[in-house]
């Protein structure tokens, strides 16, 4: 996805994975600087670690607690800093600077794929780990009218619902099941990604033909069992690829400072997650 975008862009970088030990991020992170990088993306466990190794927190990485995007950036007079990806000399000085995409991701999925407008809607959130929490405050920033919350271990679900009320106080929140419709189920457990999985919600408190629309943050397999069975209740439906085309589309434009190629990257993805 990132190299097709980067070649759409005439762009002449490479985009190549790591494995690096948690233990060694710290080291890894100031080679890349050191090496000049244009940037890095992050993956769990170390989205988190990486929010006391950036040299500046982002508004969005300090909100979600977690960096996903670094853009490394060069001194170009005194405080000037500029992205090193769209420098034409290499700098002495270089800092990094930690972002987060994730978020942003999910509401321009839920509004592209399946024409959810978060502000003012009813949801149901299923589950309260990484995923879910992040989902829940990102939903609860851009004025979801109403906000369900559902998890197997409910001190979790409590617990971001306590989170919410201090931080959003004009959001409505609760723990439980809605009565009536909704206008999305947004699925953050990892329920569905196993074979023989079931359901993450039990339909005899919550018939999915009450919901309008059903996205699963999951993208393998491309159709979860909650997918399966929403469709059949008539639900439109989206899977969780288009959360990790916008979050790396968004980190490849925070790197160059153009607007990412969405179709190209989307095509490349799709080719290589489903074959
Ligand atoms: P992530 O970062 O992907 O959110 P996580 O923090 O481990 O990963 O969260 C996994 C989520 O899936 C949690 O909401 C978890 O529920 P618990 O908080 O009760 O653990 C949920 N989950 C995982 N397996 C589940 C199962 N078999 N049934 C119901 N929920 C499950």
Request: proline letters at 5%.
């Amino acid at each position: 996805m990132q190299n097709a975008g980067v070649a759409a862009l005439g762009l002449n970088w490479r985009y190549l994975a790591f494995e690096v030990h948690p233990d060694d991020l710290r080291a890894a992170l100031e080679g890349a600087r050191l090496m000049k990088f244009v940037g890095v993306n992050l993956t769990v466990p170390h989205k988190v670690l990486a929010v006391e190794m950036v040299d500046v927190l982002d508004e969005s990485a300090r909100l979600w607690g977690a960096v996903n995007t670094v853009r490394f950036e060069g001194e170009e007079g005194r405080e000037a800093w500029r992205p090193l990806g769209q420098m034409d000399e290499l700098p002495r000085s270089v800092r990094s600077h930690g972002f987060n995409t994730d978020a942003d991701a999910i509401g321009r999925a839920v509004v592209e794929d399946l024409g959810v407008v978060v502000a003012g809607a009813r949801v149901l959130l299923l589950g309260a780990g990484g995923a879910g929490r992040t989902a829940a405050f990102k939903l609860a920033s851009e004025s979801v009218g109403q906000l369900f919350l559902v998890n197997r271990t409910g001190e979790k679900a409590k617990a971001v619902e306590r989170e919410i009320r201090s931080r959003w106080p004009s959001v409505e929140v609760t723990t439980g099941y809605p009565s009536g419709a909704v206008d999305l189920v947004l699925n953050a457990t990892s329920l569905g990604l196993r074979p023989g999985d079931g359901l993450p919600l039990d339909e005899s408190q919550f018939p999915l033909r009450q919901a309008g629309a059903v996205y699963d943050m999951i993208y393998r397999p491309a159709e979860t069992p909650l997918l399966k069975a929403a469709k059949a209740a008539g639900c439109r439906v989206a899977n969780g690829l288009s959360m990790l085309l916008y979050q790396g589309a968004k980190a490849l434009e925070i790197w160059s400072g153009k607007a990412a190629p969405i179709p190209i990257m989307r095509r490349a993805l799709e080719k290589n997650v489903y074959g």
